[in-house]
């Protein structure tokens, strides 16, 4: 998979699980671009969790953004660097990981889900 597919399919998984489209692009997009100015995933990771600028332009929760962070980057704890948690999205998608398995992914659809802004708790939008 290359990388214009891999961010395409997260913006879909994204919307699928309850992301407006507009703003599941939005946040993606940025994302990407600050990853590509980053010598590592880690690295941008940290700029973006404290992008407070970003959190804002895409008005989103903190609560949001940062799931949405781990959700794409994955988690950067160096002892999860190998495991889905630690992946993110877009590795996941990049090393061949179909889509369809990652909608399998209890965890994934959870924490992507819960997050979406607009959410109540009952899970519906407000």
């Known amino acids: 998979m290359n990388v214009a597919a891999a961010v395409e399919d997260t913006i879909a998984l994204l919307t699928w699980l309850g992301w407006a489209?507009?703003?599941?692009?939005?946040?993606v997009e940025y994302?990407?671009?600050?990853?590509?100015?980053s010598s590592r995933r880690a690295s941008a990771f940290?700029?973006?969790?404290?992008?407070?600028?970003?959190q804002?332009?895409?008005d989103l929760?903190?609560?949001?953004?940062r799931v949405?962070?781990?959700?794409?980057?994955?988690?950067?704890?160096?002892?999860?660097?190998?495991t889905k948690t630690g992946r993110g999205l877009l590795v996941r998608l990049?090393?061949?990981?179909?889509?369809?398995?990652l909608l399998t992914d209890d965890d994934l659809v959870l924490a992507v889900g819960l997050s979406a802004p607009g959410r109540t708790r009952g899970g519906e939008r407000a």
């Not at 090393?95 to 369809?100: A, D, K, N, V, Y």
Request: without cysteine; aromatic residues 2%; positive net charge.
């Open 21 to 27: 489209p507009d703003t599941a692009r939005a946040a």
């Open 31 to 37: 994302i990407t671009g600050k990853l590509a100015e």
């Open 46 to 54: 940290e700029v973006l969790r404290r992008d407070r600028h970003a």
């Open 56 to 58: 804002a332009l895409l």
């Open 61 to 65: 929760p903190g609560s949001s953004w």
């Open 68 to 82: 949405l962070l781990r959700v794409v980057l994955g988690n950067p704890d160096p002892a999860l660097a190998h």
């Open 94 to 101: 990049l090393i061949g990981e179909p889509l369809r398995a």
